[in-house]
């Protein structure tokens, strides 16, 4: 596709549930970002992939939030056991290279944890 | 020592105005400073970005302005229109690693009166 491409648009969940929340990047970028934008305010850094790897997770807040791309293209943000803190629209981004400025994103996930 | 300080959180304008946001930002390790355009539903998209050797860059209606000594930068967008209306985030972006995690200010919501 053109541009990165999140699923689903939105995910209503009940807490305690568990997530998954798709990333498909622009074809032939390396790199992949996760954020996470709490209502009002920016995004803020999760996790970020150089090709299958997690080569930096230090934003993910807890070990309830986990991520693969197992193929080097396609990205999974897994929750477990969600909690109404969770709430929030879930980015992607991608960029060419890992260290290219340039970051692309998709148009999110608005995650509600009732 | 990470955060970036935008102001202000919310800002009208008359159609022509030339509304002016402002960012500081604390790391003199960022060396890459973008600004994104964001409409309700939407990802955020990059609008315009700087990186600390220069003092100014134009591209169309929109202009940042960068102190380095101050740490400071600022987005300016000349005869503005109704369509302008959006929410725009100021970033800071620097290697770490393969990495370039982005940090965002918390935002401004841009209206633009007909």
């Known amino acids: 596709g053109a541009g990165v491409s999140q699923t689903p648009s939105n995910k209503v969940t009940e807490k305690g549930k568990y997530v998954e929340l798709r990333c498909d990047p622009i074809?032939?970028?390396?790199?992949l970002y996760w954020y996470r934008q709490s209502l009002g305010q920016g995004p803020e850094f999760l996790i970020y992939?150089?090709?299958?790897?997690?080569?930096?997770d230090s934003g993910l807040p807890n070990d309830r939030f986990f991520a693969v791309r197992p193929e080097g293209s396609v990205s999974t943000l897994k929750i477990q056991r969600t909690e109404r803190g969770d709430s929030a629209v879930y980015l992607c981004?991608?960029?060419?290279?890992?260290?290219?400025?340039?970051?692309?994103f998709g148009p999110g996930t608005r995650l509600t944890v009732l | 020592q990470q955060q970036v300080k935008q102001s202000p959180q919310s800002l009208i304008v008359q159609k022509g105005g030339i509304p002016i946001i402002n960012c500081a930002y604390e790391?003199?390790?960022?060396?890459?400073f973008p600004w994104y355009q964001q409409f309700p539903g939407k990802g955020p998209a990059l609008l315009i970005a700087?990186?600390?050797?220069?003092s100014e860059k134009k591209e169309g209606r929109f202009t940042i302005s960068f102190n380095k000594s101050a740490k400071q930068f600022s987005l300016h967008i000349m005869d503005s229109q109704p369509g302008d209306s959006a929410t725009y985030f100021c970033?800071?972006?620097?290697?770490?690693?393969?990495?370039?995690?982005?940090?965002f200010g918390s935002g401004t919501q841009l209206t633009v009166l007909p």
């Open positions: 981004a991608s960029s060419l290279m890992g260290g290219q400025v340039e970051q692309f």
């Open positions: 074809s032939g970028h390396t790199a």
């Open positions: 992939f150089q090709g299958t790897g997690a080569a930096d």
């Open positions: 790391n003199t390790a960022f060396d890459y």
């Open positions: 700087i990186r600390p050797d220069v």
């Open positions: 970033a800071a972006s620097m290697r770490s690693g393969s990495a370039r995690q982005l940090t």
